[in-house]
């Protein structure tokens, strides 16, 4: 049995990867009568006097919604909300395997940014956090931006998850080559979603970053950017560098992909300086295959396949960065704290090697210390 007759036949088995559960039986009339009617009301009198009781007496407290549009999903492009459910059931999944929260997905019947803003305002009061996933950018940035006062915690994980983990992977990558991060410049292939967020996890961390998009690199010179490429012009590309990938790998020391399948080939990598770091994250094909990259001179190389060493998985970080906001029931999630979830990813793995910069999802004690550090955070 191949991979698509595994995956259909692993779906099919429950219809479906998550069901809900109740926590106390209700076997008799006085059980149920304080789970429903007439105890019930008792509690929801407390909570219309204190909302802020709705954390300890329902689900909200270790809820979260997994909100889509399916505009985005995987390497899959826009493929609609039915189509992405089974990603958001395995989302949900993932939550609660990781971290036990429990999450919900939720499947949106529109790509109109403000109607997703406004649904998500409408649903909130279940939730105590809401991850948003798969939307493509650049309205990925629009709606979560709009949903920063929302008092819980909003983040798109394509972006945030995405750049905690390749930053950690990079403060360990450095140290495997000798190389101090502060010192290095990084070209970043992709302007979307992962790749704004990445720029902006690394800004101000390295000596200069370098974005291209499907045109070329990102400079003050172009004319034909959107406002969140504008917004890359002031934190990137320090020398004015012109051109494409070619001109910008010039004595690069790090490439991160974030873009699409063979966009980076051998003679690419001989452009960057020695001992180059390579993540090529390209899913379900990377910029470069692994041992490509190696055969090149890449000293480290990861990607987001589960089937190389050094997989840049999102969900090392997602599951413990909402289960530290929603301890402390955070309002949102800052840069502090998702620096802070980096440096604690990094630290799991003190003795870093080419085949191990990271942890890997079953590792133990990721959540965790991922947790804890951004509680520390905040």
Same mark, same amino acid.
């Given at each position: ?5 595994k ?6 088995k ?6 809900t559960?109740?926590?106390?039986p ?12 007439p105890?019930?009301?008792e ?8 909302k ?5 007496y ?5 809820t979260?919604?997994v909100?889509?549009?399916?505009s985005?999903v995987?390497g899959?492009g826009?493929? %609609?909300?039915? #189509?992405a459910?089974p $990603?958001m059931?395995? *989302?949900?999944a993932?939550? @609660?395997?990781?971290? +036990?929260? /429990?999450a919900?997905p ?8 403000q109607?997703?803003?406004k649904?998500?305002r409408l649903?909130a ?5 809401i ?5 493509s950018?650049p309205?990925?940035?629009?709606i979560?931006d709009?949903?920063?006062d929302?008092?819980?915690?909003v ?14 992977g ?18 970043i292939?992709?302007?979307g ?8 996890i690394?800004? %101000?961390?390295? #000596?200069?970053i370098v $974005?291209i998009?499907? *045109?070329?690199?990102?400079? @003050?010179?172009?004319? +034909?950017? /959107? ?11 320090k ?6 990938l070619?001109?910008?790998?010039v004595?690069?020391?790090?490439f991160?992909g ?9 003679e690419?990598i ?7 770091i390579i ?15 190696r055969?090149a ?5 990861a990607?987001?396949?589960s089937d ?8 090392l970080a ?6 530290g ?5 955070? #309002? ?13 990813l ?13 942890p890997?999802p ?5 959540v ?5 550090a ?5």
């Open positions: 049995m191949d991979l698509k007759e995956a259909l036949d692993y779906h099919s429950f219809k479906g990867k998550i069901a559960h109740v926590y106390q209700i076997t008799s009339r006085d059980e149920l009568s304080l789970a429903y009617t105890g019930v009301a509690v929801s009198r407390a909570i219309s006097q204190d802020e009781k709705v954390y300890d329902t689900i909200k407290s270790h979260v919604g909100i889509t549009d399916g985005a995987l899959l826009n493929i %609609g909300p039915e #189509a459910l $990603v059931e395995g *989302k949900a993932l939550f @609660k395997t990781f971290a +036990d929260i /429990d919900f939720i499947c949106l019947g529109t790509q109109d940014s109607e997703i803003i649904a998500v649903l009061p279940v939730f105590g956090g991850n948003l996933e798969d939307i950018a309205r990925c940035f629009e979560e709009s949903l920063q929302l008092g819980i915690p983040m798109h994980d394509d972006q945030h998850g995405t750049a905690v983990v390749c930053l950690a990079l403060i360990n990558a450095a140290k495997v080559v000798g190389k101090d991060l502060a010192s290095l410049k990084v070209v292939s992709g302007a979603a992962a790749g704004n967020a990445i720029t902006k690394l800004t %101000g961390k390295v #000596a200069d $974005v998009d499907s *045109k070329g690199v990102i400079n @003050k010179s172009r004319t +034909d950017l /959107d406002p969140y490429k504008q917004r890359l012009v002031s934190s990137t590309n020398y004015s560098i012109e051109g494409g070619a001109e910008a790998l004595k690069a020391d790090i991160i974030v873009s699409k399948a063979g966009l980076l080939t051998p690419h001989k452009l960057m300086n020695p001992d180059p993540f090529a994250m390209a899913n379900p094909v990377p910029e470069i295959m692994p041992e490509l990259a055969e001179g890449a000293k480290v190389v990607s987001g396949r190389y060493p050094n997989q840049v998985n999102n969900s997602f599951p413990g960065i909402f289960k906001a929603l301890s402390v029931r955070a #309002a949102r999630i800052t840069e502090k704290m998702k620096y802070a979830a980096a440096l604690a990094a630290g799991l793995v003190p003795d870093p090697t080419e085949d191990k910069i990271i890997g079953f590792d133990p004690g990721i965790d210390a991922v947790s804890k951004v509680v520390s955070a905040i």
